[in-house]
């Protein structure tokens, strides 16, 4: 404020001294505040606004097993490194006597720091603060951060831990809702952005996760739902707990909404940062290479003796993702859902890749309706991220069945047809044995424009497998051969000398390479390496429509 204006505030224009009223004093004290003194009052506020909802609340949060908010930052950024926004920002809602109420920093913790020297925005919901509830001022907080992740082209972290939109501020608590879902797409597929639930999350506020890349969740606090046991009790009449309903078994073996189940907060911050290793900051930045530029692949005999002798026979396809893959370091992504498809994150000679590959030692590796979205989803985010895929196929085909078909194993499948068709990353497929049918093409066949395809001299790519394929290709003569098992067998092989193998398919050049297993690693390396510089274009559009 101007001298002049000060003045004024004592003076009449004629001179004349007026009488000073209280509000005069508080102004004339505060305008002259040593500059110690300021100092000192603006630590005492930020001392008291770094409390958050205080030490009673926080001892609750502990005893929950719970970190709070900042705890849970510290634990992410690397030290000294966080820089935080807006602790000063406060709610505007004067109603049911919020006047009255102090939030600290309106329930949220939001900045910017590194995470193993790369920068990260994050924001950590309080629960100490009004239950950490989502007002219109929270909301623009994380907002915020959420628009200068974007701007930076760096990953965004959401710490969710809240009771949800902030009742007392109604419309507001929804709008900021809606603000950041907004954000959430805006960034989708620009900057990686991961949710860790470490508490409650439920009703809409459930759907900003949704929109992350991925959602970490804690066993012992985290709870996600859109409505919650008591809702549903009375709308349905179902009994459930809120652990039984939203808890991170539900949520990740059932839904699969969850993609890393974790012990606790100190398990999710060292998950989440593993998970950042493997990702670039943003779209247009290649993967991550911590490599020195060397392709190490010795043999793994291991390998050529992997597959049994009979083709019913399962065996573990992690021992092959293990193997081939440096340090036999596997972060598996979604390991709870969908079992049949295995995804996850890991590196080759130094650089992430994306690896999908179908379990035959779960449902015989089918493809479903569950491992089809898991496949699809994954295939998209490598693609968005530039991150190269390499698919090991041992698939009997699609899973029939009446709930399959009723529930959309056509749509669901075309997902598969359509992520790989449009990923334009590198893109390498080793088919280890069974490859029937449309299930072969939805594993990056060939056909959909996969880069390299190569095959172990167990693959058996066919419309169908042998036994089904004889009782309608050789129905006759199998009949006329009195529909002996002798008859059927010579059948089997006859067919399975034509089809069954690699070879039919290597003629075709739709398969590139037959190679020992033990080989499988310099396989891909050699691959991977000729394909680094890969570019594709596709044909200009505002956007395709994925089968929904
Ligand atoms: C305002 C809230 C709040 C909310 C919790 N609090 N949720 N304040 N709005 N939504 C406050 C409490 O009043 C309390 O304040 C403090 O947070 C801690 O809450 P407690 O109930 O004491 O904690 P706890 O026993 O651990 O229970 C946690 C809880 C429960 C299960 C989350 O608080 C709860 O059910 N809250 C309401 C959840 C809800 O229905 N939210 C709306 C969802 S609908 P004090 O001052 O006592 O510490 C929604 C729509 C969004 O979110 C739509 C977007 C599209």
Redesign the pocket.
């Known amino acids: 404020m101007s001298s002049e204006l000060l003045c004024n505030c004592f003076f009449h224009s004629d001179g004349n001294c007026l009488v000073m009223s209280n509000r005069f004093i508080l102004f004339f004290l505060v305008v002259f505040m040593t500059t110690q003194e300021k100092i000192e009052e603006m630590r005492e506020l930020k001392q008291r606004l770094l409390e958050g909802?205080g030490k009673k609340?926080m001892e609750k949060q502990h005893q929950e097993g719970k970190m709070g908010a900042r705890e849970r930052l510290e634990g992410l950024f690397d030290a000294d490194t966080f820089q935080e926004l807006n602790l000063f920002a406060k709610h505007r809602c004067h109603s049911f006597g919020m006047e009255e109420k102090e939030l600290a920093g309106d329930g949220v913790v939001t900045g910017i720091g590194c995470i193993d020297g790369k920068q990260v925005f994050a924001a950590s919901q309080d629960?100490t603060v009004?239950?950490g509830?989502v007002g219109e001022v929270h909301a623009t907080k994380i907002c915020e951060v959420m628009e200068m992740a974007l701007r930076c082209g760096s990953p965004f972290i959401l710490i969710n831990d809240s009771?949800?939109?902030?009742?007392?501020e109604g419309i507001d608590a929804?709008s900021g809702?809606?603000r950041i879902f907004y954000r959430n797409v805006q960034m989708s597929g620009v900057v990686p952005q991961i949710s860790i639930i470490a508490g409650?999350c439920?009703?809409?506020?459930a759907?900003s996760p949704a929109l992350t890349d991925f959602i970490i969740m804690t066993q012992n606090a985290g709870r996600l739902f859109i409505t919650g046991p008591q809702v549903i009790k009375e709308v349905t009449g179902e009994e459930i707990s809120a652990e039984a309903l939203g808890g991170a078994y539900a949520q990740s073996t059932y839904s699969g909404n969850v993609h890393f189940v974790v012990k606790d907060d100190v398990e999710a911050l060292a998950v989440c940062k593993k998970l950042l290793s493997f990702l670039p900051s943003n779209n247009m930045e290649d993967a991550p290479d911590i490599g020195n530029g060397e392709l190490v692949f010795a043999p793994d005999p291991a390998l050529n003796t992997l597959i049994p002798d009979s083709p019913r026979t399962p065996y573990d396809v992690k021992d092959v993702i293990l193997s081939v893959i440096d340090n036999r370091d596997f972060l598996e992504i979604q390991r709870e859902f969908a079992p049949n498809a295995v995804i996850g994150l890991a590196r080759i000679n130094g650089k992430s890749v994306g690896i999908v590959a179908n379990q035959p030692n779960c449902k015989a590796g089918v493809l479903d309706i569950d491992s089809s979205d898991k496949i699809a989803r994954f295939v998209r985010f490598c693609n968005a991220f530039n991150i190269p895929l390499v698919t090991f196929v041992d698939v009997p085909g699609f899973m029939p069945g009446v709930q399959q078909e009723y529930g959309g194993i056509i749509r669901h499948g075309a997902k598969m047809l359509y992520a790989y068709s449009s990923a334009t990353v590198p893109k390498v497929t080793v088919i280890l044995r069974k490859a029937y049918g449309g299930a072969y093409l939805a594993m990056c066949s060939k056909d959909l424009h996969c880069d390299r395809v190569a095959a172990w001299p167990t693959a058996e790519v066919a419309v169908m497998g042998a036994e089904g394929a004889v009782g309608i290709v050789y129905r006759d003569e199998i009949k006329k051969a009195g529909d002996t098992k002798q008859a059927r067998t010579e059948f089997i092989e006859k067919y399975e000398k034509e089809f069954s193998n690699p070879f039919c398919g290597a003629a075709r050049t739709l398969i590139d390479d037959v190679i020992e297993p033990q080989d499988t690693r310099k396989y891909l390396s050699l691959a991977l390496e000729s394909l680094r510089n890969k570019r594709e274009t596709c044909p200009q559009k505002k956007h395709g429509l994925i089968p929904l």
């Open positions: 909802g609340r629960f009004a239950g509830s009771g949800g939109a902030r009742i007392q929804l809702y809606g409650p439920a009703g809409g506020a759907y």
